[in-house]
Nanobody, 125 residues
């Protein structure tokens, strides 16, 4: 059974930093591209970042480019999202997801096969 378990969310002041993690089990982690999505109340779930199987290539949403960094450790079956210079509008539930896709397809949430339960990130203004 595939499981993706996010952790590391919490409350942080605007301008601060936070790192969320996603531990995967039940799948060959290094065969999957991994993505982070987020969903704020009343809004659709949106793409944040994605990383290739090897970790050599990354994609970012324009809204987080230069502030967020996605990385992965295949030896630990874990993907990370380092979030710096956080803004109030970054507040959302953050989800990790896995898929055997690449290219511009990584922005399309409907193509991801596996999802975590999410972790809440709240940025106070």
């Amino acid at each position: 059974q595939v499981q993706l378990v996010e952790s590391g969310g919490g409350l942080v002041q605007a301008g601060g930093s936070l790192r969320v993690s996603c531990a995967a089990s039940g799948l060959t982690f290094s065969n999957y591209a991994m993505g982070w999505f987020r969903q704020a109340p009343g809004k659709e779930r949106e793409f944040v970042a994605a990383i290739s199987w090897s970790g050599g290539t990354t994609f970012y949403a324009d809204s987080v480019k230069g502030r967020f960094t996605i990385s992965r450790d295949n030896s630990k079956n874990t993907v990370y999202l380092q979030m710096n210079s956080l803004k109030y509008e970054d507040s959302a539930v953050y989800y990790c997801a896995g898929a055997q896709i690449w290219g511009t397809a990584v922005r399309r949430r409907e193509l991801y096969r596996y999802w975590g339960q999410g972790t809440q990130v709240t940025v106070s203004s």
